[in-house]
């Protein structure tokens, strides 16, 4: 057990979050696949499998199943792990097609080994024999062919679906999904701004392209260490990382652990930007907690959108580690609502913020 959890610690934050979305698209389309099997077995003339299997018999429909799962963590992998770092290069259109085609390869060998272990398993028929007429069926009768148009117009939607979760995080894609803040919302929350340190300077050694390597791969090892704590991403602004959670205390935690992972990741990955960049990044955090408005915004391009005093008071406090030489800075109400240890913060005593009628209590967080 102890070996597992080395093991599983050891793996990168980033592949750990693909890992459960490979999961949980595998057991969502294996569930959409049995429903979906269910409805054609009952309709007159739609099933092109109703005359080559019997899926009366519940052995059947486990290896279904069984097969369409493991198929289906194939599925899933082909779409949010690239088999080249160029594939990010290439234009949507292309990465779509291509991503297409191994699908559709992902799909034949699907229904070759549910086939061919069905013929050989329950109708006890020998290998060989079994090949030759999955090839006459899948080749020389209408059987595959009835089954493509499905399959593109399911992969073609199965790719835009991913792409929205790429986009917003499986988190907010549900609640846009669902319409949870088609009309606001005020919810409490732990706001955190997170910016490169630096950016300047680093900008003016660079030059504008590798400069914006630099920022797209600094974004990418953070923004995986905060999804791995359940970090709502709220926008990217140039350097800047802004990412909230509904406010309970298993969040706090959460927020402190995102920050922690943030930083380790940071260091895991310094030879990779010392090596291509010769720079090693370092960045500041602002954290506070209190209410925001959260609601769907614009209408040809829609967006969730966050509102309030918190936004800002957290934006002045991460403006403020520049100004008082932190890097990490938090609110009164953060320290309220962690258990640290003395050692852990200290007060940076009454601070007048930008913007801001009163002074607030500030604390630089030693971790």
Known sequence: M?????????????????????????????LIDLLYLFIRLRLPGISPDRDLFNYSNFSVVLLR??????????????????????????PLGINFLLKTGLLLLLAFLMNFFIYFIYSVVFLDRAPLRSLNNFAYNAFHSTWMIKKIPGWLLTFSLLQVIVEMIKKYSPEIFFDVLSGKYRHPKVEKRI???????????????????DYFRFIRKFIEVVSTALIQYRGRIYQYVGD?????????????????????????????????????????????????????????????????????????????I?????????????????????DLKDWQSESLGIIDLKGKKDGIELFALKI
């Not at 750990?16 to 389309?29: E, N, P, Q, S, T």
């Not at 602002?286 to 800002?312: F, P, R, Y």
């Not at 991460?318 to 962690?338: G, H, M, P, T, Y």
């Open 65 to 90: 199943i069984v097969v369409v799962f493991l198929i289906s963590a194939g599925f899933a992998s082909v779409l949010f792990f690239q088999a080249h770092g160029k594939t990010l290069e290439l």
């Open 318 to 338: 991460r403006s403020a580690c520049s100004e008082l030489n932190q890097k990490f800075i938090v609110s009164k109400d953060v320290i309220d609502s962690l």
């Open 240 to 316: 800047e990382i802004v990412v909230s959670w509904i406010y309970n205390p298993k969040n706090a935690k959460n927020c402190m652990d995102a920050l922690i992972e943030t930083r380790k990741q940071i260091q895991q990955g310094g030879e990779g930007f010392r090596r291509y960049f010769n720079i090693i990044p370092e960045f500041r955090v602002g954290i506070h907690i209190g209410e925001v408005t959260v609601g769907e915004i614009g209408t040809l391009k829609k967006d969730i959108a966050m509102s309030g005093d918190t936004m800002n008071t957290t934006a002045r």
């Open 2 to 30: 102890r070996s597992t959890k080395l093991i599983w610690r050891q793996i990168p934050v980033a592949t750990k979050y693909r890992y459960k979305i490979v999961l949980l698209i595998a057991l969502g389309w294996t």
């Open 191 to 209: 706001v955190m701004f997170i910016d490169l340190k630096d950016s300047t300077p680093i900008a003016e050694k660079l030059g504008h392209v």
